[in-house]
């Protein structure tokens, strides 16, 4: 039985839960990879939400104004509970709607122009003089990230970066 039956099955027996609420000195050639590098990203995590059926659908939501601070997201992925994902053209926004202890949950995906490649990046220490901790991202986690917000699940970082096997 498939995860997807399995939340179709969970979500027959129990009532719904109500919705809750690229920096750096690159050469347009190398953000325009970028670009379309996200955009592929962002058209897979949406392929795979799509394919689901529409009882387990995250909600789609267009946004339609700018804010007058920070980041303008075009496009939200939301979960039933309150875990979303954005998408702002040169970044794909990951929230998680809980409380961290330590480091914050909530992380980016943003092209690294220097390295050619997708990278996460997370805030690990509060605020005024952050810390950021940057990973590869491995593109093959992209269904994870769906499945995990289908199923209410906190999406960790550490599931998406790019692991190395070391053999001494």
Known sequence: MSWIQKELKRRKRKPAVPPGAAAGEASAEALRAGEEALAAL??????FNDALPDELKLRREVVTEAPKQGTAFRVWLRSQQGASLGFTGDGV????????????????????????RLELRQRITPMPSPVIARHRFDERRT???????????????RALRKKRLWLF
């Open 143 to 157: 269904e994870l990230i769906i499945k995990q917000l289908v199923l209410g699940k906190r999406v960790a970082v």
């Open 42 to 47: 962002w058209q897979r995590l949406e392929a």
């Open 93 to 116: 926004r990951y929230n998680w709607p809980g409380p961290s202890g330590r480091r914050s949950h909530n992380f980016w995906i943003g092209w690294d122009a220097q390295a050619g």
